[in-house]
């Protein structure tokens, strides 16, 4: 009887432990079609495997991405959607986090039910059950092509913008107002004469302005600073090396940004060296100026050479005209000079009529004399130089200074004793 009490009870426990297996195996089967269902109706691709990595669910939305024929992506027949470049990293990712049992994270490109590849993100989560034995993944895929692409995009332009900032050797700095920090790349801590390794606060910046640029460059920056003004930094001062004492030129350029209370959170902005621009500046300068004194020296010696012209054009003028009435006068002077010397050979008149003929003769010869020397002056005669005693050719003019200056004029005349001849041109 004990016998047959004790056989009923251990068929009826065996009996409930079927009964909540088999309701345990239920409900995993509910869940198991709920989440189906679930993943089924999510907006990106999901999918299950089991712990040897065998896929064993793929949802809806996988199917209509990839184009497969349903089921087809079970096993490891999701792989044949993966590109053939990517193929051997994603599987190879999957079975080393499957044989860790640890979260799986990769980006492959998968084919598209339009045939194109397009970038996707593959991630799951390891499942354990109470016990903590391993059950396998549940992961989702996610179209990432768009954000790729535009992270491509913003890396070329980052590329760009970071050569054009080589290219154009311009630092960049900022400055928080929140935190008092300040960011200097090695190049601007060039321009104040710091060492690349050399931390730096705001201070560094106010000493290493010049004193007298930094009235103005504080204004600018206050102003730019200033949530009523909000003005656009842009100056041009000088830098005193902290470390080397070098005078810098440096331009910078920057704007405050405002949060939205209106205070002023950070002035951001770039700096260029710009001491080469400046020493040339420097040179044109000074080439200008120099040029300017050339010009007006130049102008002036043209002055004196278009003075001298216009008095050689004058006694040009003078010359012919002086020419023409010596000629006219020699013309004159030469039948009367002709007629008082037949009047003396011949003996015309008594002594004092041959006195005053001989006295007439040598005003003519005179006269003849001062003739040919104003042809030689309009260079109407050519000049034949000879040896000319100076002293008796000056001498023999203070006659004819003293008469042609009149009476109101003393002609004296001081020529030094024995002096040697020159040879010239008596006229």
């Not at 104040?192 to 931390?199: A, K």
């Amino acid at each position: 009887m004990f016998d047959a009490e004790r056989n009923i009870a251990g068929w009826m426990e065996a009996a409930s432990d079927i009964t909540e297996q088999k309701n345990a195996e239920a409900a995993l089967r509910e869940s198991e079609a709920r989440f189906r269902t679930m993943a089924d109706r999510a907006p990106v691709m999901m999918w299950v495997t089991d712990p040897s990595g065998f896929c064993i669910h793929l949802n809806a939305r996988w199917y209509e991405f990839t184009g497969q024929a349903p089921g087809a992506g079970e096993g490891y027949g999701w792989l044949d959607a993966v590109h053939p470049d990517d193929r051997p990293a994603a599987e190879a990712a999957f079975v080393l986090a499957n044989n860790e049992q640890q979260d799986y994270r990769t980006e492959f490109r998968l084919r598209a039910a339009d045939g194109v590849y397009r970038w996707t993100i593959d991630t799951a989560a390891a499942r354990f059950d109470d016990a903590g034995r391993y059950l396998g993944y549940v992961g989702s895929l996610i179209d990432i092509d768009d954000r790729r692409e535009h992270e491509a995009q913003l890396a070329f332009k980052e590329e760009q913008l970071r050569l054009a900032i080589d290219i154009g050797e311009i630092g960049e700095w900022d400055v928080n107002h929140l935190t008092g920090s300040m960011f200097w790349p090695p190049r601007v801590k060039a321009m104040f004469g710091i060492s690349l390794d050399v931390p730096v606060t705001l201070d560094d910046y106010h000493n290493g302005v010049h004193p007298d640029d930094q009235r103005a460059t504080r204004e600018a920056y206050e102003a730019a600073s200033d949530p009523d003004l909000r003005a656009f930094y842009d100056v041009e001062y000088r830098t005193v090396g902290k470390e080397d004492g070098i005078i810098r030129w440096v331009a910078a350029k920057g704007r405050g940004l405002f949060n939205a209370d209106g205070d002023c959170t950070r002035v951001i902005g770039t700096a260029i060296d710009i001491t080469e621009r400046k020493r040339l500046e420097e040179q044109i300068r000074d080439v200008n100026e120099t040029l300017e004194t050339r010009v007006a020296e130049r102008t002036a010696k043209l002055q004196e050479a278009e003075d001298a012209l216009r008095q050689s054009q004058k006694m040009e003028a003078m010359g012919s005209l002086t020419g023409g009435v010596a000629h006219d006068f020699n013309n004159l002077l030469t039948p009367i000079v002709g007629a008082l010397d037949l009047l003396q050979r011949k003996g015309v008149g008594g002594e004092r009529e041959q006195r005053l003929i001989a006295g007439a003769i040598q005003s003519a010869d005179r006269a003849r004399t001062l003739v040919q020397r104003l042809l030689a002056f309009a260079r109407r005669q050519p000049l034949q130089p000879v040896a000319v005693d100076i002293a008796g050719l000056v001498k023999g003019m203070a006659e004819l200074l003293a008469s042609t200056t009149g009476p109101q004029v003393d002609v004296v005349v001081d020529v030094a004793d024995e002096l040697p001849p020159a040879n010239a041109d008596p006229n």
